[in-house]
């Protein structure tokens, strides 16, 4: 199952760092923010996990929890959650499942070879389960801005 934009989310159910269980059960009643990226310690992913670190105050504020979703086993999430002092979990999908569920897995170009990957795509999910919006292949740069105006816009409309 797929996910699209204003109909629930399929149900799933991973791990995150803290021993936290997530799935499209555990946060009903709770906006939800998932951002899907490709690598722990990598550049841009970085940049992006400070940007959600540095927000994720107000995002608490309007009404949302954030996490991230990558590949990376738990190990790895660990050390960059403590690296980067991040205050939101971080969700290990490292069989895909969340990843192809959510239709992230893409062909990329690497140093010329064909590999596949994560392309940077970030999910809104409103209290009632269903998917409020989507971005995909985005850009880093204001990226964490216009999820927060969503959030604040959803969260209103709700209350």
Request: net charge positive; aromatic share 8%.
């Amino acid at each position: 199952m797929a996910v699209v934009v204003n109909k629930p989310i399929p149900e799933f159910e991973s791990m995150a760092t803290g021993g936290i269980k997530v799935s499209n059960q555990t946060h009903l009643g709770q906006t939800i923010v998932l951002y899907f990226y490709p690598k722990d310690n990598t550049p841009g992913c970085t940049t992006e996990a400070m940007q959600f670190r540095d927000k994720y105050k107000d995002f608490v504020k309007a009404g949302s929890e954030v996490f991230g979703v990558s590949r990376d086993n738990m190990t790895s999430h660990d050390s960059f959650k403590a690296k980067l002092e991040l205050p939101f979990e971080l969700i290990a999908d490292t069989e895909e499942k969340m990843c192809h569920m959510f239709g992230v897995v893409k062909n990329k170009i690497m140093y010329g070879k064909k590999v596949k990957g994560i392309e940077r795509s970030t999910f809104l999910i409103g209290p009632d389960g269903v998917l409020a919006a989507e971005w995909r292949g985005l850009k880093v740069p204001g990226h964490v801005e216009d999820v927060l105006k969503a959030v604040k816009t959803l969260n209103k409309t709700v209350a």
